[in-house]
């Protein structure tokens, strides 16, 4: 492969940019980092359904990896040096060469449209296509400048294809190149290869930050969460979408898409016991002032730990026995239940975002005036962060559930949803409390009690061990 580093960042760069910017105070994207010992599990619950091996290549890593397996595949098929740059095209397929291509390799290449067949009068098998397509077609050139140029500037990579009729050969990059008239064409060229190549590749993915080189490595394929070492964009490996657990990425498709054309759900309610309006700024469903529910205006005091009532959806066993407008109804009842509460803990999230700002701020405001250190305050920075990473996951329960047929799993399904949920809220609970403590409490300002402490701590680790059991029973199942 020629892709060179003019169009990418430098290698220089990259490593000076690999660990990224330093972390914004109030910003909580990467709420994965940093809380395992305040959150450490015993046993069984020390398994994480999460964990996922992946490495960062900078540009010209990747590149070594691109061009090692197309030295693998060449050898493989035993082809000519000149093919070798068609072998790069092959790597989209080359995961499923079946074992009757390995005694006829000219037939893999040219199914593959890399080598031409019998019937293509444009490029002869025995020379190189960079070259017979232009001394069999010598007065064509400037046709095959303007047809390579028009598909670069469509964005076209490796799919430039034979002008000649009824052939789709693919044409490699060394027969393009040389008639793009301007560098900054060929540059762009380049790029549009190296991102053909690397999104070919099984293993590879390339990281969906703006303009980052990045690509992420793995050995086995998974809708797992991946984050880049250089700009620190948290991505699901297997679409490149947000990170999506426990629902599965053709399904948060299907969601997004759905929910694209809805409006927001309004951030005031009125109180259910004296109808004044009520403005929810934390992110907490407990309305502690009326003591009801954000959520299904229910009373507080019927949302017990056991079974979170107000997370499952109660359907109508006998809506298929009525109108087709009875359905519909119904229909759009379900997923407005489902749309409300997935928009609801969006906004929890964004709430509790500016609690742990505050929570930031206030502890450097207290390492600052010498009120102990940033260690003794760390578990309040962590508990902020444990909550924002059960609450996300929390979120995508329920576009998988909304989808889930009804049964057995699903029963359960929702029961352990309802679990995390009520232990999220006793969280929430439990952050916003230390957050807005007052002062004079045993051990100096702002400090929590260490019984308050302790039960926090407890509250972090409850809260991760039911997020962690329901997507080891429910996620990539």
Known sequence: MSV????????????EDDGGDEEDQGDIASYYEGVASDV????????????????????????????????????????????????????????????????????????????PSSTCRTVTVKDSPAGAALASTPSCKACWEQHCTVLVKDGIGVGISCMAQDCSLQMPEDFVLPLLPAEELKDKYRRYLFRDYVESHFQLQLCPGADCPIVIKVQEPRARRVQCSRCSEVFCFKCRQ??????????????????????????????????????KNGGCNHMVSQNFCWMCLGDWKTHGSEYYECSRYKENPDIVNQS?????????????????????????????????????????????NNLGTWIDWQYLHNAAKLLAKCRYTLQYTYPYAYYMESGPRKKLFEY????????????SWKVERADTYERGVVGGEGELSASDRGDLENQMHIAEQRRRTLLKDFHDT
């Open 242 to 279: 947000m990170y999506h657990a426990p629902t599965d990425c053709a399904t948060i498709r299907k969601w997004l898409t759905k929910c694209a054309d809805d409006s927001e759900t309004a951030n005031y309610i009125s109180c259910p016991k004296c109808n004044i309006c009520i403005e």
């Open 40 to 115: 450490e599990q015993q046993g069984a619950d020390s398994f994480d359904p999460e964990e996922y091996l992946f490495t960062c290549l900078t540009y010209k890593e990747s590149q070594r990896v691109l061009t090692e397996e197309v030295n693998t595949v060449a050898a493989a098929l035993k082809v000519s040096l000149f093919l070798k740059l068609g072998c790069v095209m092959l790597l989209v397929i080359a995961s499923s060469i079946k074992l009757r291509y390995k005694s006829n390799s000219s037939l893999l290449m040219s199914d593959a449209l890399v080598q």
């Open 324 to 368: 087709q407008q009875a359905q519909a109804r119904e229909a759009l009842k379900k997923y407005l239940f489902y749309f409300e509460r997935w928009e609801n803990h969006n906004k929890s999230l964004q709430l509790e975002a500016q609690t742990y700002q505050r929570i930031q701020e206030k502890i450097q405001e207290r390492v600052m």
């Open 416 to 427: 352990q949803q309802a679990q995390l949920e009520a232990e999220i809220e006793n969280l």
């Open 4 to 15: 060179d580093m003019n169009s990418q960042a430098s290698d220089k760069e990259e490593d």
